[in-house]
């Protein structure tokens, strides 16, 4: 990645190494505005997995695609991985989790879904490992008529709304990916979804904060606006609100097995 906009950690970082999440995380602690959203959306994905049954909290906490990810510091016991190694405490494809049937109380993903080569893969292997009343709680990206214009022009990743399939083919890199999958799968196919998995239920999608995210040049480029201005993005993104289905760029999605559903 290189150019004026992107920030200085990263230039001449090879993207998908460790160097290059060390340099994001770094970069998130330097930009408050940003800091400020992944606080908010860690925070969404820990309430998620606080909210399941009594039953299930004796299960195992998973965050897939850790990479530049600082959720574990907030809660240790959470068993961080990535498709990369040395980044995580395993290297794991959501495809094929190595957890045992219904011993899991939350799948956590922020930036991962439109990740996953076959989403469908990851679907049946959560309603595998997940105890009834686990969740897959996320962070991806939204379908508004901005997002869609931002990751479709100017983003360097896929945004491939007409995709027909729920699946995209695998490469070599972290930029093999269909960023409008979360909107294909729970919104334009939801139907599908929820009779191919009828143990899942959709619990909640909506958007995030976004405006303080945009200002703030995100977790690759350079800040629009000066650290000391920081502080006023809540405030910016409290007045933008009104403006979510048309700009929000992120939206958190939880998803929870049924209770009483069978393992498979």
Not at 37 to 61: H, N, T
Not at 67 to 77: A, F, M, N, Q, V
Not at 92 to 118: E, K
Request: glycine share 8%; proline share 8%.
């Amino acid at each position: 990645m290189s150019g004026f906009l992107t920030h200085p950690l990263l230039r001449g970082v090879r993207i998908g190494t460790p160097d290059w999440f060390a340099a994001q995380r770094a970069m998130i602690g330097v930009k408050p505005a940003v800091k400020r959203c992944y606080d908010r959306w860690y925070g969404e994905l820990l309430d998620d997995a606080d909210s399941v049954p009594e039953s299930a909290r004796s299960g195992v906490m998973v965050e897939l695609g850790s990479g530049s990810s600082y959720l574990k510091t907030l809660r240790p016991e959470i068993v961080s991985s990535d498709v990369e190694p040395g980044v995580a405490d395993m290297v794991i494809d959501g495809r094929r989790l190595p957890f045992p049937d219904a011993s899991v109380r939350a799948l956590m993903l922020t930036h991962v879904f439109h990740h996953i080569p076959d989403v469908r893969l990851f679907l049946r292997e959560a309603v595998r490992v997940l105890l009834p009343g686990g969740v897959i709680s996320m962070v991806d990206c939204t379908h508004t008529p901005f997002a869609r214009f931002f990751f479709s022009r100017i983003h360097p990743e896929p945004y491939e709304a007409g995709a027909r399939e729920w699946s995209f083919p695998e490469g070599n890199t972290m930029l093999d990916s269909n960023q409008a999958l979360t909107w294909i799968v729970f919104c334009r196919d939801r139907e599908r979804f929820s009779s191919e998995f009828p143990q899942l239920r959709m619990e909640r999608m909506a958007y995030l904060p976004w405006l303080g995210y945009l200002l703030s040049g995100g977790v690759n480029l350079r800040s629009l606006v000066p650290r000391f201005a920081a502080p006023l993005a809540a405030a910016a993104d409290a007045l933008a609100r009104p403006l979510d289905p048309l700009f929000a760029i992120h939206w958190h999605i939880r998803i929870r097995k049924a209770e009483g559903s069978p393992g498979r």
